[in-house]
């Protein structure tokens, strides 16, 4: 999976040139001596989901029940520049579940403030949209924001920038805010990249910065989009390069000084913390930014359970049970009022009997919905989150020039079979609503 079978892979047993060996041991001590003094970190959705931060098919979330009783043609047009001008309120219904606020930072959040706490971090680039970086401490200007996020809004129009409060409340009432310019009256989105929108211009000026990195950390990305995933090819061949993710990605292994950890991202930060010596800062700085607020909750649960009968607790867990039962079947009977109302308009649309009529383009449509939660050709493709943000790439085989000045043949992800990441919307390789690149 991934990307790592397309990039030749160094001999295991020749030593690194840079690094005294080639392993998290190997990287603290090239930091530990002080030859790491800029280090860019480049990170996705991995790192973020520890935090909770749900995706769009489990139904336990319940945003997909959400989605699934608003009237979108297909669920990924909640994202769409295009359908976002003809209807906002889908989308406000998201960002209502998604808002800034919710969700506390991560361990490996945390670690990204703790590099800027000890003047370590050159920059961030990230593509996520979750704005956790931010609460973990994080400055904004050592933070890219390759696809945007819910830190600012403006005005799709006139691109005026729009109050935070009172975007927080037209989002927490569900009511599309629009331009406070007078005679404008442009709808007003958070700063998300959506389909057919350019990346922000400060990805753009700040595409050099790796080539300044004496370390580069990667986190939590399948590397599978473009040009972000080009990011790493920038970084120095004198600088060592530390991978923390579920597989090898993009060309690292091809390095004298790569260094993968596989595993889910907090558990090889810590790791690295331990062998800095940082752990006990770590942790201490993961708490106070309410990292532990899950655990915490868990355990006065777990407390107050202790004091409860036998007949309460079991009333509490009748209770949990038809809560994940309801969020369950919100899903299915948003599809089955659909497809009924569908049936009835079908039904009365039907000719006179001897005639022959084939089922109509919107029931058969409808009722695949109601099965598969999305049109064929796009099942798998809401894995999460971060399945949204591929609107920069084109939709079947494109010419991609990478950051670098490169040029190569690009399929979708899914048509390649690479991984793609797990909470933020940015991996969507869906052929239907990119008719073009808008980033090439």
Not at 3 to 22: G, K, T, W
Not at 232 to 242: C, G, H, N, Q, V
Not at 268 to 295: F, I, M, N, P
Request: hydrophobic content about 35%; glycine content about 8%.
């Amino acid at each position: 999976m991934g990307q790592e079978a397309s990039h030749e892979q160094i001999d295991p047993n020749e030593p690194p040139r840079v690094l005294s060996s080639r392993s998290i041991d190997g990287i603290a001590k090239f930091i530990k001596d002080g030859k790491a003094k800029k280090i860019v970190v480049m990170t996705g959705a991995g790192i973020s989901t520890s935090a909770g931060i749900p995706d769009f098919r489990s139904p336990d979330t319940g945003i997909y029940a959400n989605l699934a009783e608003l009237d979108l043609p297909y669920p990924e047009a909640v994202f769409d520049i295009g359908f976002f001008r003809e209807n906002p309120g889908p989308f406000y219904v998201l960002a209502r579940e998604l808002y800034p606020g919710k969700f506390y930072p991560t361990v490996s959040h945390a670690f990204l403030a703790l590099l800027q706490r000890k003047h370590l971090l050159l920059k961030l680039f990230t593509q996520n949209i979750d704005c956790l970086e931010r609460r973990a401490g994080v400055k904004s200007e050592n933070i890219i924001e390759a696809h945007g996020s819910f830190a600012t809004q403006r005005c799709i129009e006139c691109k005026t920038e729009y109050p935070g409060d009172l975007m927080k409340k037209a989002v927490d009432d569900g009511d599309p805010a629009t331009c406070l310019v007078p005679q404008c009256g442009g709808l007003v989105k958070p700063d998300i990249v959506f389909f057919g929108e350019q990346l922000p211009e400060e990805f753009h000026k700040n595409t050099h910065v790796p080539r300044e990195a004496d370390l580069a950390i990667v986190m939590g990305t399948s590397l599978s989009v473009q040009p972000f995933a080009s990011l790493p090819t920038l970084i120095s061949e004198s600088a060592p390069r530390l991978l923390f993710n579920m597989e090898t990605v993009g060309d690292f292994g091809s390095r004298l000084d790569d260094v993968i950890v596989k595993g889910d991202c907090g558990s090889g930060v810590r790791k690295l913390a331990d062998a800095l010596g940082w752990r006990d800062e770590l942790e201490k700085l993961w708490r106070s930014v309410g990292g532990d607020t899950k655990e915490r909750e868990a355990a006065a649960m777990q407390e107050a359970r202790r004091d409860m009968s036998p007949d309460e607790g079991l009333e509490a867990d009748i209770e949990s049970l038809t809560n994940q039962i309801d969020d369950t079947l919100k899903l299915s009977d948003a599809h089955t009022k659909k497809v009924n109302a569908v049936l009835e308009k079908d039904e009365n649309a039907k000719p006179a009997s001897g005639t022959s009529s084939s089922q109509s383009p919107e029931l058969e449509a409808s009722s695949k919905s109601a099965t598969s939660e999305v049109p064929p050709d796009r099942s798998g493709l809401f894995k999460d989150l971060e399945n949204f943000n591929k609107g920069q790439l084109s939709s079947t085989t494109t010419r991609v020039t990478t950051l670098d000045g490169q040029e190569f043949i690009e399929k979708p992800a899914a048509q390649q079979g690479e991984a793609t990441d797990t909470t933020i919307p940015q991996n969507m390789p869906n052929e239907s609503i990119r008719s073009s690149p808008t980033e090439n």
